[in-house]
Every structure is written in C-alpha cells, then in structure tokens.
C-alpha cells in the first residue's frame, strides 16, 4: 500500500509481505515432498498412489456429494457396460 508521502512504498512493510511469502513457499515445498515420501511408501508396501490420491478427494467430499457422485459413476458404467 502506498503512503501518504508521494505514492513511496514503505520498504520494511513490503519486505515483511515478500519474506512471509518466501516462507510459506519453502514450507509448501518441504510439505510437497513429504507427500511424496509418503506415496512412495505406500507404492512400496503394494498400494496404488493414484487410487489413495482417488480416495483422499472421496473424503473431502460432504456425505450428499459423495453419495451422488457414486450414483452417477454407476449410471454411467451401466450405460456403457462396464
């Protein structure tokens, strides 16, 4: 945000904003990998990471949604035969 003195920018308030971003990139990375670390885990213990990704977006789902999705995907299968 601009100050009153002649549209200059306050520098330490600026730093502080591209600092805390900076942080939370880093952060989001390090988090990034240990999800990483995690599916390789699990791929090495026998389970399908692309299936654990499916699940984890079927718990985020409130219980109406889930249950209409899980309708529609039948509908659709029977439609197609499968």
Do not use: C, W
Not at 23 to 44: M, Q, R
């Amino acid at each position: 945000m601009k100050n009153a003195n002649h549209g200059a920018f306050d520098n330490a308030v600026l730093t502080s904003f591209i600092e805390r971003v900076e942080k939370l990139n880093e952060e989001s990375a390090a988090i990034a990998a240990d999800i990483k670390e995690i599916f390789n885990e699990a791929k090495s213990a026998g389970y399908d990471p692309k299936y654990i990704r499916q699940m984890i977006r079927l718990r985020k789902m409130d219980p109406d949604e889930l249950e209409e999705t899980d309708e529609l995907t039948q509908m659709y299968r029977t439609a197609l035969g499968l």
